[in-house]
């Protein structure tokens, strides 16, 4: 099997945009058990392999020869709830097979492992939270605890790795909620937008809408990335021994989900002229309130290391981002 520049495990909504980006520069593979999505149909440098990672037969036999992976591919809510046996093998297993068909394979440079920033927990903030931060998986909603979980495990697994790594890295970038014109359709971001846009109400709910979010935009992800693929393939990501490989990527000021419900009121307004101005609804459920009014003051984060190593110097806002997801669906119609 020819060799190959980068393999993408997981084709979803962050692996595919990743292809769709990297496919400029370089030759791509994306793995996953589902089909090749549309959003990667056509594009030149892109093939696509059906695969289960957790047979590690399966994926030994299919990777082939990157030089560089990336690995996106996890179960999360609400499936991983649902089907917990499943989500185990594809998340934890997955992971270690990964890992370990990346110590073994000649030619493989390193791993990137895309991470969360939902293993600081979501509330009860107390000090800055940098990439030196612990894991806090009893600090959020109990729907969300089995994927921080997940990622606190695929961290801690890629993480050993890079303790044996010798001359390969496996690093870890953290990432916020990522926001993007084909986000997954049950984040609170598109359920808003799209409701919003039909004239529907946007209904944050009321025992979370003081939650604060970090998020990040599509295009900071992919163009951090490539930085990293660079950086790997051209042997530069030495930093100290005491380094964790592990960088911060999202906007530093969070916003709660009220806000998000507002920003997108106001884009659909002005983005429409006018003709569509959606109302905010706060649906209460009757439970209890998990989050003080003031829980975003108390969000603190330092991402001044993934400043530093990767040369960046802004990130777009969530509003930013927001503004531009709305302009181009009323463009689209």
């Known amino acids: ?10 084709a979803g909504f962050i692996g595919s945009a990743l292809a769709k980006h990297l496919s400029s520069s370089y030759s791509v593979t994306t793995f996953d058990v589902n089909p090749a999505p549309p959003l990667l149909k056509h594009i030149k440098n892109v093939e696509h392999r059906a695969c289960d990672i957790r047979n590690y037969n399966e994926i030994e036999e299919k990777i082939g020869k990157p030089k560089v992976v990336i690995h996106t591919a996890i179960i999360q809510i609400p499936a991983i709830n649902q089907v917990k046996n499943q989500a185990y093998e594809a998340n934890i297993l997955g992971t270690h097979n990964i890992c370990k068909l990346v110590k073994k394979t000649d030619g493989i440079s390193g791993l990137i492992l895309c991470g969360s ?42 993480r050993f790795y890079n303790s044996m790594a010798n001359e390969k890295t496996y690093g870890i970038i953290r990432l916020g909620t990522v926001l993007g014109e084909n986000m997954p359709q049950k984040t609170a971001a598109n359920i808003f937008i ?26 900071d992800v992919c163009k951090v990335f490539q930085l990293y693929i660079e950086k790997i393939v051209k042997g530069n990501t030495a930093t100290d021994q005491l380094d964790t490989g592990i960088y911060n990527l999202f906007y530093p000021k969070p916003i ?65 981002t927001i503004y531009e997801i709305v302009r181009e669906k009323v463009a689209k119609g």
């Not at 979501?122 to 979980?149: H, M, N, Q």
């Not at 799209?194 to 295009?219: C, D, E, S, W």
């Open 194 to 219: 799209t409701n919003g846009l039909q004239g529907k109400p946007i209904t944050p709910f009321k025992h979370t809408m003081h939650r604060p979010m970090l998020y990040v935009a599509i295009n």
């Open 256 to 320: 709660t989900i009220l806000d998000l419900a507002q920003i997108i009121k106001e884009a659909i307004t002005q983005q429409t002229q006018g003709k569509v101005t959606p109302m905010i609804e706060i649906i209460d459920k009757g439970l209890p309130i998990l989050f003080n009014t003031n829980e975003r003051e108390t969000l603190n984060v330092d991402i001044r290391k993934t400043k530093d190593f990767f040369g960046t110097k802004t990130l777009k806002s969530p509003k930013e």
């Open 117 to 158: 920033w939902h293993v600081f927990g979501e509330r009860e903030y107390k000090t800055t939270i940098d990439t030196s931060f612990g894991y806090r998986p009893d600090k959020v909603e109990e729907r969300a605890r089995l994927y921080v979980i997940s990622k606190m495990i695929q961290e801690g697994i890629v």
């Open 1 to 10: 099997m020819k060799s190959y520049d980068i393999a993408i495990i997981g």
